[in-house]
């Protein structure tokens, strides 16, 4: 099970940190990722993290101002969003990878960026 929070409504140029826990497996064996959904458009890729934190795969538009991390202690991946902008409003979504599958996702956090 996966749930993602820290979304809310915030002003260009401002920071957001995502956070994602996820129960009931060994979070430290799955790939977990993150997605974004904007108003009227359809899920696209955001971000990615192996198991380990050893490899990191962004989308090439947002490397710079998006980072993705992961504590396997407290089985959370965060997802921190600097300087943003009108275009990052979407409903966010944490996911978690199975055998080259995204097959566990979480509820989504809706971030809001007011300009």
């Known amino acids: 099970q996966l749930q993602a929070s820290g979304g809310g409504l915030a002003q260009a140029g401002a920071s957001l940190r995502l956070s994602c826990a996820a129960s009931?497996?060994?979070?430290?064996?799955?790939?977990m990722g993150w997605f974004r959904q904007p108003p009227g458009k359809e899920r696209d890729f955001v971000a990615a993290?192996?198991?380990?934190?050893?490899?990191?795969t962004f989308i090439s538009s947002l490397k710079g101002r998006f980072a993705i991390s992961r504590d396997n202690a407290k089985n959370t991946v965060y997802l921190q969003i600097d300087s943003l902008k009108p275009e990052d409003t979407a409903v966010y979504y944490c996911?978690?990878?199975?055998?080259?599958?995204?097959?566990?996702w979480g509820q989504g956090t809706l971030v809001t960026v007011s300009s």
């Open positions: 996911a978690a990878d199975s055998r080259g599958t995204w097959a566990f």
């Open positions: 993290i192996s198991g380990d934190s050893g490899i990191k």
């Open positions: 009931g497996r060994t979070f430290s064996d799955y790939r």
